[in-house]
C-alpha cells in the first residue's frame, strides 16, 4: 500500500494590489495621525472605512464627538489613553491593550492621552469598521480585550510571533468574536531570517500595515508550507497556480505603509532577510465584505444621504439615539490645554 492517493498542495499567495505610505497629517486637537484607509489613495475596503496611526501627547486628544453606524477598534501600542461616554462607560487602555466599541445607533465620547512619566507620546492604532445595514441602529457596546489575555503563536522555529488578536494563526485561535462584523487582526513579529505564511479566510478583504522593520511580502522562493489536499488539481488548474505564483514578486515594504491584497488567493506570505539588522513588525487585517453602499460624513457612516441627514437632525436635537447627549460634557475632555 502506498499513499499515492494524497498529495500536497500550495497555499496560493494573495498578490498585492497596492501599496503606499500613510503620509503623517494633523487630526483632533493636537494629534498627529498617519491615515492609510479613508484617504483618496484608498477610500475604502470594505468593511473597512478607515486605519489611523496615531500619536497622542498629553494636552492633545480626541474630546467629545459623536459616531453612528460603525465600529471602531483601538489597538494601543504605546503609552495609555483614557476614554468616557455620555452613557457613564469610563475606562483605560495600556500598552497592548485593545477596545472594540460598537457605536450603533448613536454614542459620544471622548478618547483622551495620559501622562507618561518620560514624556513620550500615546501611540496606537484605530479601525473603523462598517456596520451590516440591519445592525447600524443597534444598541451601542464596549468589549475591552487586555495585553495579556491576547494568545501567542509562534512558528518558523522561533522566529516568527503572533498575537492572535481576533482569527487564528498556526494553530491558535482568538479568545473570542469581539466584533460585529468579522474580522480578522493579527500582530506579527519577525525576526531577521524568519518567514510567514498566514492563511486567510477566502474572499475576505485584507491587507497589512507596516510599522517597524523592512518586510519582504509575496511567495519569492518557491519553498514554504503546504496544505494537505485529497488529490493533486486539474491540468488547468495547476497552471493557474504556477501562473499566479510566477505573477507574485516579493516586494520590500518598509515602516508605516499600508499593503492591499488581492481578494483571491488563500494566505500572504511575508518573510525578514536573514541579513536584516532588526526584526519587522505589522499586523494583518481581513474582514468580510459587506454588498452595501457607503454613505460617510464625519463621524456617520450610514447606506444613504437622508440618513446621514437624519443623524445630524438627531445629534442636534438629542433624540434617536443621543438623547443623554444634552448637557453631557466628559470630564476627561476637560483636561484639553487651551
Known sequence: MTAANTTTTRLLPRLIRQSFLAVEQ???AGARVRRSIGTPKLRNLSPFLMLDHFSVSPGAGFPDHPHRGQETITYLLQGGMEHEDFAGN???LGPGDLQFMTAGRGIVHAEMPVQNEDGSPNVGL???VDLPKRLKACEPRYRDLRADEVPVAEADGGRVRVKVISGRSHGVDSVKDLAYTPVWL???EIQPGGRI???LPEGWNAFAYTLEGEVLFGDGDGDGEVAAGPAPPPPAQQQQQQQQQQQQQ???VGPFHNVVFEADG????AAVDERA???ARFVIVAGTPLDQKVVQYGPFVLTSQEEVYQAFMDYQTHSNGFERANGWASEIGKTMVH
Do not use: C, I, N
Not at 266 to 269: K, L, M, N, T
Open 266 to 269: 488563500q494566505a500572504v506570505y
Open 250 to 252: 516579493q516586494r520590500a
Open 277 to 279: 539588522e532588526s526584526s
Open 90 to 92: 469610563r475606562g483605560r
Open 126 to 128: 484605530q479601525l473603523w
Open 197 to 199: 505564511v498566514q492563511p
Open 186 to 188: 493579527l500582530d506579527v
Open 26 to 28: 494633523s487630526e483632533g
